[in-house]
């Protein structure tokens, strides 16, 4: 993409690779980015290397210098094969110079940084200093290339489990909006999706949460879970056995109303499940799922709860219930 961006930008671009660029211009905003900081270090480049323009009639050059020779018939004249083609070779190197001020224009406005997105996938990443991160639906991760050499820094939007490899030296640090979360090296879950909140729960070890715009901040242990909003940061015990689901398909329903378990169903296998009855609050199952399919979990609750579906164009509807 680099090299067609270059030919654009030179007016060398074909018909099909401008297209070819315009689509991936809008696939998203970083790609937009990307192309601008292109375009400016070409225009950096045109403004530093300004070579005037050279308008030569070879032939009759030569034939000046026929007559030359013609004339001082008693000299002795030599003259190099490569002179005679000079200001060619000169268009050719500022040619050549305007690419070379491209190249590092591009690398000097570039960020250096590594861009994971996610869409309706879950991704695992290992990042550069063996921490393991799986990454939910819908979630951007972002750091530096220098990752682990100078600092361990990184940023989310969206949800992730960190499982963080231990590192005195190099604290791992998360930021979000105004949040941070600092840890050594710990597992727990940060969920950072856009809303004016961030969600944190402890597995192992010990994490700091911070509010950088208030400067306050608050320790969590394991089994911990903080939250930071716009007016709060505060700590509580976790007692939702469902905060990781998404990652380990366990899940743990205790008396659990059926509307939230269709939304904890969403989350953890990415459908488009719909209850299209009322029902009543007695209306709810106790009940655990250990990475068991969709199916089969739809089945268990059938029987539970005396659930009548239907599916169509991906989408489960559930449209009657015996606990109404």
């Given at each position: 993409?680099?090299?067609?961006?270059?030919?654009?930008?030179?007016?060398?671009?074909?018909?099909?690779?401008?297209?070819?660029?315009t689509s991936?211009?809008?696939?998203?905003?970083?790609?937009?980015?990307?192309?601008?900081?292109m375009?400016?270090?070409?225009?950096?480049?045109?403004?530093?290397?300004?070579q005037?323009?050279?308008?030569?009639?070879?032939d009759?050059?030569?034939?000046h210098?026929?007559?030359?020779?013609?004339?001082?018939?008693t000299?002795t004249?030599?003259?190099?094969?490569?002179?005679?083609?000079?200001?060619?070779?000169?268009q050719?190197?500022?040619?050549?110079?305007?690419?070379?001020?491209?190249?590092?224009?591009?690398f000097?406005?570039?960020?250096?940084?590594?861009?994971?997105?996610?869409?309706?996938?879950?991704e695992?990443?290992?990042?550069?200093?063996?921490?393991?991160?799986?990454?939910?639906?819908n979630?951007?991760?972002?750091y530096?290339?220098?990752?682990?050499?100078?600092?361990?820094?990184l940023?989310?939007?969206?949800?992730?489990?960190?499982?963080?490899k231990r590192?005195k030296?190099?604290p791992?640090?998360?930021?979000?909006?105004?949040?941070e979360?600092?840890v050594l090296?710990?597992s727990?879950?940060?969920?950072a999706?856009?809303e004016?909140?961030?969600?944190?729960?402890?597995?192992?070890?010990k994490?700091?949460?911070?509010?950088?715009?208030?400067?306050?901040?608050v320790?969590?242990?394991?089994g911990?879970k903080?939250?930071?909003?716009?007016?709060?940061?505060l700590?509580?015990?976790?007692?939702?056995p469902?905060?990781n689901?998404?990652?380990?398909?366990?899940?743990?329903?205790n008396n659990?109303?059926?509307?939230?378990?269709?939304?904890?169903?969403?989350?953890?296998?990415?459908?488009?499940?719909?209850l299209?009855?009322?029902?009543?609050?007695?209306?709810?199952?106790?009940?655990?799922?250990?990475?068991?399919?969709?199916?089969?979990?739809?089945l268990?609750?059938?029987?539970?709860?005396?659930?009548?579906?239907?599916?169509?164009?991906?989408?489960?509807e559930?449209?009657g219930?015996?606990?109404?």
């Amino acid at each position: 993409m680099e090299i067609l961006i270059t030919k654009q930008l030179a007016g060398e671009a074909t018909a099909d690779e401008t297209a070819e660029i315009t689509s991936w211009r809008s696939q998203n905003e970083a790609n937009e980015a990307a192309f601008k900081k292109m375009q400016k270090a070409f225009e950096l480049g045109q403004r530093e290397i300004k070579q005037p323009k050279i308008n030569i009639d070879i032939d009759a050059e030569w034939g000046h210098f026929n007559n030359l020779v013609a004339e001082r018939s008693t000299k002795t004249v030599s003259i190099k094969p490569e002179q005679a083609s000079r200001f060619s070779v000169m268009q050719l190197a500022a040619s050549v110079a305007l690419l070379i001020a491209v190249a590092i224009g591009y690398f000097y406005f570039a960020d250096s940084t590594t861009t994971i997105q996610t869409a309706d996938n879950i991704e695992t990443v290992i990042l550069p200093d063996g921490s393991q991160v799986e990454l939910n639906r819908n979630t951007t991760l972002t750091y530096d290339d220098d990752f682990n050499s100078t600092s361990r820094n990184l940023t989310l939007d969206g949800e992730a489990f960190f499982d963080v490899k231990r590192n005195k030296s190099l604290p791992f640090v998360i930021t979000s909006d105004q949040a941070e979360v600092k840890v050594l090296g710990t597992s727990f879950n940060v969920s950072a999706k856009g809303e004016g909140s961030v969600e944190v729960v402890v597995e192992s070890g010990k994490v700091q949460l911070s509010d950088v715009s208030r400067n306050e901040s608050v320790a969590l242990n394991p089994g911990d879970k903080g939250l930071l909003t716009s007016t709060e940061l505060l700590t509580e015990i976790n007692d939702d056995p469902n905060f990781n689901a998404w990652s380990t398909k366990k899940l743990v329903f205790n008396n659990t109303e059926l509307a939230e378990i269709v939304t904890l169903l969403n989350g953890v296998y990415g459908q488009q499940i719909s209850l299209k009855t009322e029902v009543s609050d007695n209306c709810a199952a106790t009940v655990t799922f250990d990475n068991q399919e969709l199916d089969a979990v739809l089945l268990v609750l059938e029987e539970l709860l005396g659930l009548v579906y239907q599916e169509a164009n991906g989408q489960i509807e559930i449209i009657g219930a015996e606990c109404q």
